[in-house]
Antibody, heavy 119, light 107 residues
Framework: QVQLVESGGGLVKPGGSLRLSCAAS????????MSWIRQAPGKGLEWVSY????????YYADSVKGRFTISRDNGKKSLDLEMNSLRAEDTAVYYC????????????WGQGTLVTVSS | SYVLTQSPSVSVAPGQTARITCGGN??????VHWYQQRPGQAPVLVVY???DRPSGIPERFSGSNSGNTATLTISRVEAGDEADYYC??????????FGTGTKVTVL
């Protein structure tokens, strides 16, 4: 069965960096686009970033553009999110999700990893 | 940027029907997807492409989309349906857009 397991969350100071990872299993990872979505405490869902199956195309929300970098390793079946210049407003649970087709729906989600940005 | 608006909350008695709306400019021209998020859990896809259901999702969940409003309908509501529900579309100028979310309370 499809499984997505995020890791790498934690407490970081404003201006700091963190790298999140998502380990995929149960499907042919290299066939699918992937995405990161976040949810601030008590708030709704916010799309963060998206990467094509080959990794050649990436998109970012304006709120993270220039600070976050999405990447993938199809051989290792892993998806990463490098987060730099972190701000308090980046505090959220970060989910990775599989994209069913390009620009399509998110059919499987991981359980999420919490990132807290605080001094 | 493209905006999706949902009513903050809906309350419904067990066995009744809950209707959750998602408003957006000409949303009927887009494919709408719906996610259920129970407290403390990750979102789960319940309806995709306006009205299709993933395997394992009960037939009680249905969707429609026309004009400026998409609707998720939950028939014969059960206690386990109590959750937050989010609509989502892809827009060429805004990429992935989520609605503001609707909290469904089962009385």
């Amino acid at each position: 069965q499809v499984q997505l397991v995020e890791s790498g969350g934690g407490l970081v100071k404003p201006g700091g960096s963190l790298r999140l990872s998502c380990a995929a299993s149960g499907f042919t990872f290299s066939d699918y686009y992937m995405s990161w979505i976040r949810q601030a405490p008590g708030k709704g869902l916010e799309w963060v970033s998206y990467i094509s199956s080959s990794g050649g195309t990436v998109y970012y929300a304006d709120s993270v553009k220039g600070r976050f970098t999405i990447s993938r390793d199809n051989g290792k079946k892993s998806l990463d999110l490098e987060m730099n210049s972190l701000r308090a407003e980046d505090t959220a649970v970060y989910y990775c999700a599989r994209v069913k087709y390009s620009y399509g729906y998110l059919d499987y989600w991981g359980q999420g990893t919490l990132v807290t940005v605080s001094s | 940027s493209y905006v999706l608006t949902q009513s903050p909350s809906v309350s419904v008695a067990p066995g009744q029907t809950a209707r959750i709306t998602c408003g957006g400019n000409n949303i009927g021209s887009k494919s709408v997807h719906w996610y259920q998020q129970r407290p403390g859990q990750a979102p789960v896809l319940v309806v995709y492409d306006d009205s299709d259901r993933p395997s394992g999702i009960p037939e009680r969940f249905s969707g429609s989309n026309s004009g400026n409003t998409a609707t998720l309908t939950i028939s014969r509501v059960e206690a386990g349906d109590e959750a937050d529900y989010y609509c989502q579309v892809w827009d060429s100028s805004s990429d992935y857009v989520f609605g503001t979310g609707t909290k469904v309370t089962v009385l």
